[in-house]
């Protein structure tokens, strides 16, 4: 192809295209279950504490705590896994403290999102930028 | 997955009542996931404990939905407030229809 201005101008748009398209596949996935859970209402964030190592050398275990005062339901996911739900904690009439820690599966270095569900019907949104140096979902 | 499955739990034997005790509970689970392949490319087909209950004496604690992104071995820490004397029953329910139970006594003083 001869290297004229509007062959330049093309190539660069569907360039810019493509890259707009093929990244964010697993946040809008993430998008998707924070809005399943939500039902699209707005969440807020100061009422929730999510506890997530900076760095994980495994990807295997990564040790996570979630605390929510006052939460009913507390969902977990991680955006850059192959499906981004992690766990959902429902908390009955004798849960002291509303929240939980366990250990999951980060395929890279990634956000953990914590959203709660609060007993006035409002939600809580919490983020952690976990590095993980060793994925943990095989291949 | 059948065999091997030990479901761990640590609990006080003794409360105030009221008193919010930490729980800890792990139980030996290979968890696999269904994104990992075997040597010839086929894929490993899904074996993981899809959910987890607390319960004390009847009441419940905590409800957790597991989904394959939960460790090997899955562990989990909670905190439940202890009303009077009674017994803690934590399940498992494994993909393949295994339910897994373990029972801890809690007396109250």
């Known amino acids: 192809m001869e290297l004229t201005r509007r062959n330049v101008v093309v190539l660069g748009s569907s360039a810019a295209l493509a890259s707009a398209v093929g990244m964010p596949a697993f946040a809008s996935l993430t998008d998707d279950a924070i809005a399943a859970f939500t039902g699209g209402a707005e969440t807020g964030s100061g009422a929730i504490t999510l506890t997530a190592p900076e760095i994980a050398e495994n990807g295997n275990t990564v040790p996570v705590g979630v605390e929510a005062p006052g939460a009913v339901e507390i969902t977990l996911l991680a955006d850059g896994n192959p499906t981004p739900a992690v766990a959902t904690f429902k908390f009955g009439p004798l849960s002291a403290v509303r929240g939980a820690s366990t250990r999951i599966r980060l395929a890279g270095t990634q956000n953990v999102i914590a959203v709660a569900k609060m007993e006035d019907g409002s939600f809580q949104m919490a983020k952690a930028e976990v590095k993980v140096t060793i994925g943990g979902c095989g291949g | ?109």
């Open chain 2, 1 to 109: 997955m059948a065999s091997g499955v030990k479901p761990r739990v640590k609990v006080p034997k003794t409360a105030a009542a009221g008193e919010s005790i930490t729980i800890k509970t792990l139980i030996s689970h290979k968890m696999e996931s269904g994104q990992r392949k075997d040597g010839d490319g086929n894929v490993i087909p899904r074996s993981i404990i899809n959910r987890f209950t607390a319960d004390f004496n009847g009441q419940n604690v905590i409800d957790v939905a597991i989904e394959p992104a939960i460790s090997t071995n899955p562990y989990f820490q909670f905190d439940a407030t202890v009303p009077e004397t009674g017994e803690f029953a934590f399940t498992w329910y494994d993909d393949d229809g295994s339910v897994y139970e373990a029972k801890k006594k809690v007396t109250v003083a």
